[in-house]
């Protein structure tokens, strides 16, 4: 059974939750993404994450679909706990950490705002779901209102040694991911993996920048693990070049709100999942903006075949 | 078995939950709780709210909680459902129900800002939790930054028959019970309860603005009840001077964050809870706001015998 | 004339802005609220603080109405100098220092969020001020949503030799005077003047835990004056009994937003500005809100002549 | 002297304040910007905006700033004189308007939150400066953390004749766009100028929506204006092309905080102004955000001229 380590590497996807129509869980489409990934070349997978609409799930929903993924998948299983409190985040932990998971990763509530706050939370957090599961901190302000200097997640590394990975979306933040490699260049944190959220916006930079790749959910992986590989590689301006072509649609799938839609939208017209359905709250995409979206997917398609079947 | 409406008035008291030491829920002082508030006069009772230490309890918990009041009550029991997403605000919601609770509260994601995005949640709520189940709106700006205005209520009150009362703590507050009185008045907005939180820090004039009571967890819910039928029956220095006995600890009390540790000490030693522990994450009373604590009691001893057993 | 220091203790009044009902700047209230701050006891006062309506004034006016104050009192005048930037902070600043101000007061932008921002920011905000202008920090999450750990007020302190006064109203605060008081005597921090505001809802308690006195708009600063020269004889009781009877009115006064209304009219009532008057935006008061306040007010003159004349 | 209307459309640049590396204001530089601007095909420009540092300067610079672009331009400009309080916005505003600027831009306090709150501010402002001062609202909730729903913007711009025009940044915004020409074209408001803002993110698709053109303050505007006129001339792939190849940089110059920074580097870059100096506080950049700002304007280039000389 995997563990998520400080190694890990390459494109962690962020399954969304496909639903039917009416609002139960599709089994099967979640068995398509899965497979997916893994043919696609994900090195490992984050279910029930904020775009996993994880919030509109009950526990037993939230475990049967962890479970699921851990059981088709032969690469790691991240899943997203994050919870009001300390008790449904630990039931929740223990649950799927019993059904096979690699770790969890856990947001921070928005209320934290010092210091000494975000990092007294995080230890608790590892406190409460045990010292022996391998946690990612989610660093992403933009969603949460929690900033997180460098010198916090510091602090988390190392009061935590649970603590293996951060899912760097923080905006600005090619910067902090230099800053946090420096703190490892200069000893004073231990290495840990970063791979980059935030829609893959700077993904093309922040490869450079040290990160050890994608933690996102754009709705085409295959790219971003193209784009890590050709970074890895040395590649530079191809991996621009194939980030570029992408970046439109990538844009357009990184509004806040809607972008799930968006999302979801695109993974259906790929054939990766039956509908496009969203449990409520949701935000809903209009007719208008369907046919932009159709609209980037043919221009994109002039790069990347994968965007051909997809427009067609 | 009893339901909530519209014409609910006295004190709904918000039960705290009682830890043992070691973290486990506290059932026989869950049960003296439930007898006493019964013996002082409470009209209902308010289980799992934000001073329950709800979101620090699983959903087994929580609805073990729920019920043992119920069982154990013949007063309405409100039981607090507020949750991230619809889901688990509708399993919380039918499991309460279907235990016997009177209805539920449900407070507003703090990622609420429009008039619009209030409204539509309220109702997105209701129809999750279904149309037959009593609600409570719980406007509470201070806690959740979501500010409601008096227009806000009434779509909320005339979109969703199942919305009967109004758990009212914005601070301030006082105009804004004037003006839903007078949208009742004027027959824009259908007649809901009243019941006012906040600590009861303006409880003597909310009374004379328009309330219908107190739904809040000060620690002596039986001065609550007197002030409440002393202003009914049109005695107002009377119920002003036993209000203004208890300001200097009931101000005292009511501080965020440390608020819950000073209530549960108080009713510890009032001898109602065997221990005033609480879940992490939790702010600690320290030794010099014990003594504080002590030395409000002593002098809210002078004008009120309850107080004197307290502080004794 | 006088230089704020770190010695500074007493009663600092907040004094509000007299106009005219025009708009104007009412100059002769002005001059009666010098001479009674003078008067009654008061060892400082500082204007232009969020409660003397200063957004609302442009530059001129500021300069004025502190210039004013100077020359017309031999007690430390304090001058709040905030502003969205740092250019028209450093012109306030000088202007009011060469017009002699003892010193000036600073409160952080909402948009701060970790450790190290609040640190910058102030530090920032005294070179641009000139290291050689005495300035008070002031710390009220409440209204500015920066929360300042008491670490950061120590950083701020050691960094910044200018620093020489807290205005203290985070809210709960008792324990953060404990921990600054207790910095000083481990010797992490050198001794700074901390004043009390928060409306001085827990003046009371916060002089038993080392702070130097009030720094706040009640409109009976004779009483806060008397409370502190009390807590300082060590009669505990009848500091408690003097402030237990204006409680029940500060409390009323302290609400956020209407509080400077309440303010306005009890100095009318005590003769000392001839309008309540405020500038637009402004939070109104109900003829509900102005009898509630005369009833509360003929509470208060059953324990204080002083307020026997206001309600008279 | 031009006076901004509804009917404005095109390109109107946001300003930046170009400062000698001392922190004077380099007024050679202002002019050089303001040729430039009318060179390139700028139907108006927009000064002292939140990326003008208008904060960070004081009162007299701000008119001095205003005057002095007035006077060299034919085209309207816009000024921005938002202000936490009415008195310094009027002064501001009457100062510049006196000086001939064609209109002012006001942004909302970021403590506003109800749909009253918002639409009573702007009544209020503009009853302080004027009914006479036409103003644009800038909508742009993710640096000011105010939500206006499409009813509150249509609701402002009925009940003041004053509005001309909407600085549109919110994010996703396109659907609101829609809606707002949805409003005019059902009667139920009266058309107004918009503008988009949010560093041109969108800009390819809020042309196809019914904007009327760009307002922000990309390194580029002359492609701005050659995507609104490519738009407008239903050129849609040549405008989408165009606009894709500056995507990663506009992206880049995008990033919140250190985007001022990228922006006057390019500038300089191009020769416009003469240096990038902030003044304080300001994100600097890293000489890595340089190299990667260089590598962005190379790539430009292979697509854009005028990138190339930028890049050289």
Not at 77 to 104: K, Q, W
Not at 106 to 114: E, H, K, M, S
Not at 285 to 298: G, H, I, M, T
Request: include cysteine; glycine fraction near 8%.
């Amino acid at each position: 059974m995997a563990t998520l380590t400080s190694a890990a590497r390459g494109v962690y996807p962020i399954a969304p939750t496909p639903f039917h129509p009416d609002g139960r869980i599709d089994e099967s489409s979640l068995d398509r993404l899965a497979d997916f990934y893994t043919g696609c070349g994900a090195t490992g997978v984050t279910v029930l994450g904020q775009l996993g609409e994880a919030p509109k799930l009950d526990h037993d929903e939230s475990v049967a679909i962890a479970s699921r993924m851990v059981s088709r998948l032969r690469i790691p299983v991240v899943v997203g706990v994050s919870a009001p409190g300390f008790a449904p985040m630990r039931t929740l932990a223990r649950a799927v950490m019993d059904a096979g998971a690699a770790g969890v990763m856990i947001a921070p509530p928005n209320t934290l705002r010092t210091d000494d706050q975000i990092a007294s939370y995080y230890h608790q957090a590892s406190q409460a779901i045990g010292a022996d599961v391998p946690f990612v901190i989610q660093d992403y302000p933009l969603t949460f209102s929690v900033v997180m200097a460098p010198a916090v997640i510091r602090r988390i590394v190392q009061e935590n040694a649970s603590c293996v990975m951060l899912k760097h979306e923080d905006w600005p933040g090619l910067e902090k991911i230099s800053t946090l490699r420096g703190f490892e260049r200069d000893g004073s944190m231990r290495h840990i993996s970063i791979l980059c959220g935030n829609g893959g916006l700077f993904l093309d930079f922040e490869m450079e920048r040290g990160a050890d790749g994608a933690n996102t959910g754009y709705a085409f992986p295959d790219m971003l693990v193209d784009v890590v590989r050709l970074q890895v590689e040395g590649r530079r301006d191809d991996a621009h070049a194939l980030f570029d072509a992408h970046l439109p649609l990538l844009r357009y799938e990184q509004q806040p709100g809607v972008g799930l839609a968006v999302r979801k939208y695109i993974l259906m017209r790929r054939g990766l999942i039956a509908s496009d359905a969203q449990r409520q709250p949701a935000a809903a995409l209009s007719n208008r903006a369907r046919e932009e979206v159709d609209y980037l997917l043919s221009r994109v398609a002039r790069h990347d075949a994968r965007a051909r079947l997809a427009s067609a």
